[in-house]
């Protein structure tokens, strides 16, 4: 603060004569010192943001957080004759929570109507955030269940985990949940619907093998944008996912045109070409869904913003839905559509993007779209496992490149070997959906309202049972997959 004892002048000037009458004092600013507009000395001061750049407060922010000290230091805390008028709190959108240090972090503040989001923005931000790759294992796990039983089951799962969904939205006011392969008997690049005999081709599938080479290649591509420190670039390209997802249908709807449908129904007992319509595997189809309808992380954030809050429910129904159609749509035509014969459904494959050569056009552009949505969201999620890891640790999200270095080396090594000892996309999913389902989809919610009612007096048996019984489910959607 600047030196105010040095100053020949009262920066306080009362108004009238305050000896004579000693009640509460009009005070104003002497408007001759040039230096009222301004009563103290604005420090450097920084703000500490989220992606790890330093950037500066304005003046204007700084001074209004000093002029709120300067009013508490006029009286005692208890003494609200001398307030801070309107004119310096700030405004919502320039709220910082100051340290003792001279930093700054600013708050993501939010009034009504700022920064909030129409019902059909958030319905299609929900349906995009929830469509995931676990969309390219629908058509393997509809075989593995059966047609019939697996349609049942994506539109069961649909329901049980809008409803888990439904729980977590409300009682957003009590809980905080934080984030966070094939089957064999085909060559690794062969298609179960075209065989290349061509050399030139062969040379290709060669150096282009999904399990012996590309994981290697994806090193080169991937270690260096793990090792940026600011991952607001790749939050820029978040708009592919909801095109790679369009484009998708567009593959399956083109190849379902072409190909026609191909159906036999037995409902137990298969045949050469067809797999019958119910099937004891079908919980690696609830692990792979478990994983696809999982949104419940997250869905607080996405609804939050919602312009009218009163239509959460609703909105959050709606993106519910469409997701069901979408994987159904996926689903169906994929499945229905692979030419049996000459080929068993047996064939399709856990990503069925692999059931198409290398040659393909479509499916290429296909999985060229994938490629930058992962490249998007992969160094996003090292980043977030940096920050959690290495700050914690070190204090620091980037202590040194080295650090970093090390760091990120570790994690794509950990997808290297996945991908090169057990490329399978289809129980990857299944495993990691049924295990994080079980706790952010079924117990973590049904526990929480079991315990909400419990406290208001209002827990019956029947609501305990039945969100019991939830929780059971998801137990059980675990415990299986190892024994299928």
């Known amino acids: 603060m600047a030196n105010m004892d040095s100053d020949s002048r009262h920066l306080l000037i009362p108004e009238g004569n305050h000896e004579i009458n000693p009640g509460p004092m009009n005070i104003q600013f002497d408007s001759s010192d040039i230096r009222s507009k301004r009563p103290f000395y604005i420090e450097p001061t920084n703000i500490v943001s989220v992606n790890d750049v330093i950037q500066r407060v304005s003046d204007h922010a700084s001074a209004m957080n000093k002029r709120i000290h300067y009013y508490s230091r006029l009286t005692a805390p208890a003494d609200r004759a001398l307030i801070a008028p309107d004119h310096v709190v700030p405004a919502p959108e320039e709220c910082y929570v100051y340290s003792p240090l001279g930093s700054a972090y600013k708050l993501q503040c939010y009034t009504e109507g700022y920064g909030k989001n129409t019902s059909l923005v958030t319905i299609f931000m929900i349906w995009n955030t929830m469509l995931g790759t676990s969309i390219l294992s629908i058509p393997w796990g509809i075989k593995q269940a059966g047609f019939t039983t697996g349609m049942c089951v994506i539109m069961l799962m649909g329901l049980l985990t809008l409803y888990c969904c439904y729980r977590v939205v409300k009682s957003r006011s009590m809980i905080l949940i934080c984030p966070s392969a094939r089957s064999g008997g085909h060559p690794d690049n062969g298609s179960v619907i075209f065989y290349a005999s061509n050399s030139e081709l062969q040379q290709f599938e060669k150096w282009w093998n999904k399990s012996k080479t590309v994981p290697f290649y994806l090193i080169g591509l991937l270690l ?131 059931n198409f050569p290398s040659s393909d056009i479509l499916s290429f552009i296909a999985r060229i779209f994938l490629l930058f949505q992962m490249m998007t969201v992969y160094p996003l999620l090292g980043y977030l496992a940096r920050v959690q890891l290495l700050g914690h640790v070190f204090g620091d999200v980037y202590p040194s490149i080295f650090h970093v270095l090390i760091f990120n080396l570790f994690i794509v090594g950990a997808g290297v070997i996945m991908a090169c000892f057990y490329p399978n996309i289809g129980g990857i999913i299944r495993y990691s959906g049924a295990a994080c389902g079980l706790a952010f989809v079924f117990i973590y919610p049904s526990l929480i309202y079991i315990i909400s009612l419990h406290q208001e007096d209002r827990l019956t048996w029947p609501k305990l049972i039945f969100h019991v019984f939830i929780i059971i489910l998801g137990l059980a959607n675990l415990i299986v997959q190892f024994f299928m």
Not at 231 to 239: E, L, R, Y
């Open 224 to 354: 260096p944008l793990l090792n940026f420190k600011s991952p607001s670039f790749f939050s820029k390209f978040n708009i592919l996912g909801t095109v790679s997802v369009l484009y998708l249908i567009f593959l399956v709807t083109w190849k379902a045109i072409h190909l026609g449908f191909h159906l036999e129904f037995h409902w137990f007992t298969p045949t050469e070409f067809f797999v019958p319509e119910i099937r004891f595997q079908f919980p690696q189809l609830t692990g792979v869904l478990t994983l696809a309808f999982f949104i419940h992380n997250c869905i607080i954030t996405l609804l939050k913003n919602n312009k009218n809050q009163e239509n959460n429910v609703r909105d959050l129904s709606i993106a519910y839905m469409l997701v069901t159609l979408t994987y159904l749509y996926i689903g169906v035509l994929v499945f229905a559509s692979f030419p049996s014969p000459p080929l068993s459904k047996d064939c399709i494959e856990q990503n069925f993007l692999d």
